[in-house]
């Protein structure tokens, strides 16, 4: 089971297995703390895999550049680089057999801002990665691969019209305060069980909603990290091993 989190209400550590519930998305505006987030269940993932011995394969696309990400995955790139490693990342996923010991995750930070930009630049190739993805979360559960997108908005235009690829994240995550149509494509008709908190909550930085597959939605909340970069070497250094 990898942590991410505390319910911050019960104070209890939100879990997940990996292996049944790992396409996820992350969504959260700038001062969110949804950086942090995804280093530290980067972190708690990679831990897992030292722990069982479970072989774990990242393929990470910072399209903004952000270096958040450097040196924790061999399979690395940024800005126009990425769609050349979402392909290679395809080509590994249609290779792979069902119930796969490898866990094979494929992380794209800024992926709002990218599809936008490489619609603008060839909006034929957007179609076709925009696919690709669609069809990794459709199929990836039962092969072990996953998506991560994460992105300061979301909404079902950046992914194929009219089947609902949106609906295949198992983990939805919202950190900080989140626009009205990025609360509706996360969490449509989800509410907290209690509902007066849920009209007071309103989330500060490493704090949110989030809603696992088969689980109520859940205010969640990211231990305190003092030192991002203390947090990226040890990435890296766990990478190295």
């Not at 550590?13 to 396409?23: N, R, S």
């Not at 990242?58 to 940024?78: Q, R």
């Amino acid at each position: 089971m990898i942590q991410l989190g505390y319910n911050k209400i019960t104070e209890k550590p939100i879990k997940v297995d990996i292996f049944a519930t790992g396409q996820l998305c992350c969504v959260g505006g700038t001062g969110s703390g949804k950086s942090i987030f995804v280093l530290y269940i980067l972190y708690n993932i990679l831990k897992y895999g030292k722990k069982e011995n479970c072989k774990m394969e990242l393929f990470i696309c910072d399209f903004k550049k952000s270096g958040d990400f450097k040196g924790i995955a061999k399979n690395y790139a940024e800005f126009d680089e990425i769609t050349e490693l979402i392909e290679q990342y395809y080509e590994e996923f249609e290779k792979t057999k069902e119930n796969s010991a490898t866990i094979k995750i494929l992380l794209i930070d800024e992926y709002a801002g990218y599809i936008i930009w490489l619609t603008q630049k060839d909006n034929r190739k957007a179609k076709v990665i925009k696919e690709k993805i669609s069809n990794v979360l459709m199929m990836g559960r039962s092969r072990h691969c996953f998506v991560w997108c994460v992105q300061q908005r979301i909404s079902a235009s950046l992914f194929p019209t009219g089947i609902g690829a949106i609906d295949n994240f198992q983990i939805c995550i919202g950190m900080g305060r989140l626009s009205v149509e990025s609360r509706k494509s996360l969490f449509s008709g989800e509410h907290l069980e209690d509902r007066e908190y849920e009209e007071r909550y309103h989330p500060k930085t490493g704090q949110g909603l989030i809603l696992i597959d088969g689980q109520e939605i859940q205010p969640i909340q990211i231990p305190f990290i003092s030192d991002k970069e203390r947090l990226k070497k040890l990435l890296q250094e766990m990478a190295k091993r």
